[in-house]
Each structure stands twice: as C-alpha cells, then as structure tokens.
C-alpha cells in the first residue's frame, strides 16, 4: 500500500515542528519538512523526530511537480515571522507569494491545504477579533508582517467568492500568542515566558513593559496566550476532519495579562513574583496591541471542543518539563 505524505513548510520551526513531532509520533504517514535550518540550533527542533526528508525551500515547486502525487495535505507553516522585520518585499516574497503559489498548486493538484494565518492581522484590535471571512476588509494590521497574512487571508477569500478552485479542504488557522517548547531559535521573537525564564531562575525581577493607555495599568496589558500543544492540537483535528474549510482563530478566548504572565513563570519556579516596569522602546509604541482575545465561537461550532489549557498549567509544563531539563526539546 502506497504511504501517504504530509509536507510541512517551516517543519522544523516553532509551531511546525511541533506539528511535525505529532504526525510523526503517529506513523501513519511520511513527514516531509521544508525549511531552512542555518548554523544554530533550530535543527535540534527535529532531531528525536522520524521525518522521512528536509527540503530547502529552493526546491519545493521542483519537489512538488517530481513527487506532489503522493500528498494527503500541505501543512503550511513557513514564513518570515518576524514582526520587527522592515524589507517589506521580502516579507511579501516569502509570506505572500509562496502561500498564494501553495494554495493554488493545491487548488488545481487536488490537494488539501492548512496554513497558518496570525492574531497579527488584527492590528489594534479596535475592529474586534471576528474570523468571519466577511470580516477581513475591516482589518487594519500595525506592521509589515500582519499585513502580509492579512494579504494571503484576502488572496484565498476572493479566490473563494470568485468562484475559482479550490482544494479539497483549506484552512485558515490565526494564531494568538503562542508559547512552549522549540521556540528556542527565535531569539527576540521568543515568547514572554522564555525570554523572563533565565532571570526568574537566577531570583532576579521579572520586567514588563510601562503601559501608555490610562485604561491599562503597567503589566495589566493582555493577550490571549495558548500553549503551543493546543495549537498542535487543533491542526491535527482540521487534518482529522477534512471536511472542515474555512478561517479560524487559535486561541483559548480568555486574554490574560502580562502580571498573571509573571506570576505564573515565578510559581513554576517556586518563586515569590517580583515584576519591575520599564520603558517601551519608541519603536515599538505606535505598533504595540495593548489587547488581544480570540473568539472561539466558530472553531468550536466546527466541532472542536477539546479544553484549552490553562495559563498556570502550560507555564508550569513549559517551565518544569522542558525550560529546566539539560534537553528542553520536545
């Protein structure tokens, strides 16, 4: 019997090899990773992984036209991720017109498509937090990254309205911010709880950000922080159930803020929280969302109702499990 493969752009980052480490654990198909791994350790994200090959991302339109007939779905977490990053064309290059040439690869190959979208596309939040397709005009992203899954979010949606083919499922996934282990290569881009993990460690105080908005007080900024295995969880279920299309939030809808953020880091330490504000960079200030919060309804009225888990237990497992172990890879 033939074996089924599964193509994971960006496999060997964050998320991807996240979801990488979930399929292959499964066994039930071959994982091909596309990405590019550099000369740091982000190839460790894969090393304990059974993945069947790593393409670089040269080859994937060659690799796809040689062996695309043995595809069960194309799992598409590639991108320039990097909110503070300014070269706009590169970000549209990598983030735009890669995703759009997937989508329509698999559109006219008969091949299912799930991609991720970002909490990003949002900007301030002051249009609300609405996936409803019918939403995305209302959208106003605050940097160059936002915009560019902003743009593949609109590309797939008035490829849809048009009338054009599609493939067999597509999926549209927003994350939120996501924490937990293999984000160890992001470096500035690493979430909160791992960039503040060395210092609560070393019993030095956690420091936020001052907050600029009267209606935030400092540390009370919030978002809606999901563990990264709810999120593999969820792409698994949308692989699990392909007739299921359409664009979604990742998140656990219930924004938490930056203090119980702290809090949390320093009870999984069995530490006293100690948080100390400073200054937002004036950089950073005309393009920071001071709130963000998932709404979950159309996610759950697909059918997915696992639980979400909870800030403190994710932190906890994220910080005892992984962050203090002499191997903190999943």
């Known amino acids: 019997m033939l074996v089924q493969t599964i193509l994971i752009t960006g496999g060997a980052g964050f998320i991807g090899s996240n979801v990488a480490a979930a399929l292959c654990a499964r066994g039930t198909h071959r994982i091909v990773i596309c990405d590019t791994l550099g000369t740091g350790a982000k190839w460790r994200n894969l090393r304990n992984h059974n993945v069947y090959e790593i393409i670089p991302p040269a080859n994937l339109f060659y690799w796809l036209e040689m062996y695309g007939t043995s595809l069960d779905a194309v799992i598409h977490m590639g991108a320039i991720s990097t909110t503070t990053e300014t070269n706009v064309d590169l970000i549209l290059e990598n983030n735009l017109s890669v995703s759009s040439l997937l989508y329509r690869w698999c559109a006219e190959n008969a091949k299912r498509f799930i991609y991720a979208s970002s909490a990003a596309t949002y900007g ?56 937990g282990p293999n984000e160890y290569h992001k470096e500035d881009q690493r979430s909160v709880a791992n960039i503040k993990f060395p210092d609560v460690r070393a019993g030095k105080p956690v420091r936020l950000f001052k907050s600029y908005r009267p209606d935030f007080p400092d540390g009370g900024q919030k978002r ?18 392909p007739k299921v299309s359409g664009l979604f939030n990742v998140g656990t809808g219930k924004a938490r803020s930056f203090e119980d953020l702290a809090k949390a880091l320093c009870a999984a330490l069995g530490h006293e929280p100690k948080i100390e504000y400073f200054e937002m960079p004036e950089s950073l200030r005309a393009q920071y969302q001071y709130f963000t919060e998932a709404r979950v309804e159309r996610l759950r009225k697909a059918g997915y109702s696992a639980p979400f888990t909870s800030l403190e237990d994710g932190v906890r497992d994220y910080v005892q499990n992984y962050l203090t172990k002499a191997d903190p890879y999943l």
């Open 124 to 179: 301030d939040g002051d249009q609300g937090f609405d996936d409803d397709i019918k939403s995305l005009n209302t959208l106003r992203p605050l940097n160059p990254y936002g915009w560019s899954k902003h743009l593949v979010d609109r590309y797939i949606a008035n490829a849809i309205q048009y009338g054009e083919v599609a493939p067999p499922q597509w999926a549209g996934l927003k994350f939120f911010n996501v924490y």
């Open 224 to 241: 809606d922080f999901i563990y990264v295995r709810d999120c593999v969880n969820i792409v698994l279920w949308f692989f699990d159930n």
